[in-house]
């Protein structure tokens, strides 16, 4: 009689967060504290250091970084630090205020379609489709263009080539929903199809949509930067890291490369920040990667 080996125990996959996982959490505190740091200094900066953005000192052009200019001098002998942290500051608020305004029409058309359905749902889709087939920087600049390059046409541009994702997201998410048990249960109870809209379906979506804000602001920061570097954004004497960053290209045959890399360097780090911290917060919304990290 030959012995049996024994089966192998079954071992269960560990529940614990990977390595990955935790050595990662230090890297978002980091991402949090920098996009904090940024963020209190440009909401101080006009208190604490006070800037004339059209004034110029000729005799101290293009100075190299030193105690007295952290960042050195660009070619008009303005304090590059001090730019770019007024830049950092309309950046922020462009994509921002665009990035709302781009999640509202989103969500409006998104909930249009995926509400009424039917050839509303496959016109407005068609709309979508037709839009996201435009590069969006070539789209933008010919919106800036026939408004006129300012703050308001910025936002405005970058709002009106932005909003196809958002849109395409909640009608997604409503198409879905749509199907439950329980908004079945709400239209036989006699609810109107504007209630059941706003009382079961747009809760469920909110934080989507949200999360998608959040998402959008990188995209909407460099697209401003874009333009600015382009000459369709803020007029070139007031600071903008576009401006910058392109007023910045005269000097660097001089070698004052410190005007063009500090803003450029100022503007990925904020990114980079955000795109972090957004990054961490869908994994939490998703429910896959919730269930698979044990968050």
Do not use: K
């Amino acid at each position: 009689m030959t012995d049996l080996a024994p089966a192998p125990a079954r071992t269960r996959p560990s529940r614990r967060p990977s390595a990955l996982l935790r050595g990662g959490r230090p890297g978002v505190v980091l991402a949090a504290g920098v996009l904090a740091v940024a963020v209190v200094a440009c909401l101080l900066a006009p208190l604490l250091w006070p800037l004339d953005q059209s004034a110029v000192d000729l005799v101290r052009t293009r100075l190299a970084p030193s105690p007295e200019h952290l960042a050195g001098t660009d070619d008009l002998g303005r304090d590059v630090a001090l730019r770019s942290l007024y830049g950092l500051r309309v950046s922020l608020l462009v994509g921002a205020v665009a990035a709302l305004v781009a999640t509202v029409i989103g969500g409006l058309v998104g909930a249009v379609a995926g509400t009424v359905g039917g050839r509303v749902d496959r016109a407005l889709m068609r709309v979508v489709d037709t839009i996201a087939a435009l590069p969006h920087l070539l789209l933008g600049i010919f919106i800036v263009a026939m408004l006129r390059p300012s703050l308001g046409a910025v936002i405005a541009s970058i709002a009106l080539t932005h909003w196809l994702s958002t849109a395409r997201i909640v009608r997604s998410e409503l198409l879905s929903l749509r199907s439950r048990p329980f908004i079945d249960a709400a239209i036989s109870g006699g609810a109107s199809r504007a209630r059941v809209l706003t009382r079961h379906l747009l809760p469920h979506v909110l934080p989507r949509l949200a999360l998608a804000t959040t998402l959008m602001v990188p995209h909407a920061v460099w697209h401003e930067t874009a333009l600015s570097f382009l000459g369709l954004g803020l007029p070139p004497h007031l600071a903008s890291i576009g401006n910058m960053i392109n007023d910045g290209q005269r000097s660097l045959l001089t070698g004052a490369w410190w005007a063009s890399i500090v803003p450029g360097l100022a503007l990925v780090t904020v990114t980079l920040a955000l795109a972090a911290l957004t990054g961490r917060w869908r994994d939490r919304l998703d429910p896959r990667v919730r269930a698979e990290l044990q968050l």
